[in-house]
């Protein structure tokens, strides 16, 4: 167990609609990294929250967003949903924003947009 | 030319046998090297990471880095059925983009019983 928490567990939703997911952090750790990761890829990152700031952004288009609030939970916001959007959507703390050797993964959201 | 790149499984060993993984990475300013292990269905579990050129050792797992090769391996010894598993490689560069883990697609390992 990390500590690192996510919901939902999975999700369903259609082209074109938005989704809201969901993440919250091991004890005190400041910082919050989202990741994609399609069918048999690695995981790519989407952006990192410092302190309810982003810290950092992948190649990913800006109808991904997300927030983090001052308990250090966060969000992950997809806006009008596309098929290559399904995948295994992860959340990784790590305790301060240049600590990748302390980044722990929660177990993640399976988006499937039909 | 792919950021990270991985030697294309799936590899099957035979139980008790030394597993070697590999990978590649292109940008010589990688400064932090990591492996992940992730069973079918779950998130990725950090196993080892490693900073300097050389070998790192953690029970059955050693770490190997070689910055001037651009590679780094990870070898398991006395494998068991329970280390069947997907094995991610992820590097960081560090400095002003130490946020960001660079994955790469990740090798398939059966441990035949």
């Known amino acids: 167990e990390t500590g690192v928490t996510q919901s939902p567990t999975h999700l369903i939703k259609t082209r074109g609609q938005q989704v809201t997911l969901r993440c919250s952090s091991q004890?005190?750790?400041?910082?919050v990294s989202w990741y994609q990761q399609a069918l048999g890829q690695g995981p790519q990152f989407i952006f990192q929250?410092?302190?309810?700031?982003?810290?950092g952004r992948g190649n990913f288009p800006p109808r991904f967003s997300g927030l983090q609030f001052p308990n250090y939970s966060s969000e992950l916001n997809v806006n009008a949903l596309e098929l290559d959007d399904s995948a295994l959507y992860l959340c990784?703390?790590?305790?301060?924003?240049?600590?990748?050797?302390?980044?722990?993964f929660g177990p993640g959201t399976r988006l499937t947009v039909l | 030319q792919k950021e990270v790149e991985q030697n294309s499984g799936p590899l099957s060993v035979p139980e008790g046998a030394i597993a070697s993984l590999n990978c590649t990475y292109s940008d010589r300013g990688s400064q932090s090297f990591f492996w992940y292990r992730q069973y079918s269905g779950k998130s990725p579990e950090l196993i080892m990471f490693i900073y300097s050129n050389g070998d790192k050792e953690d029970g059955r797992f050693t770490a190997q880095l070689n910055k001037a090769s651009q590679y780094v391996s990870l070898l398991i010894r006395d494998s068991q059925p329970s280390d069947s598993a997907t094995y991610l490689c992820?590097?960081?560069?560090?400095?002003?983009?130490?946020?960001?883990?660079?994955f790469g697609k990740g090798t398939l390992l059966t441990v035949n019983p």
């Open positions: 929250y410092y302190r309810e700031e982003e810290n």
């Open positions: 004890s005190g750790h400041n910082t």
């Open positions: 990784a703390s790590s305790l301060d924003r240049g600590s990748a050797d302390t980044q722990y």
């Open positions: 992820a590097v960081n560069r560090g400095g002003g983009s130490n946020y960001k883990l660079t």
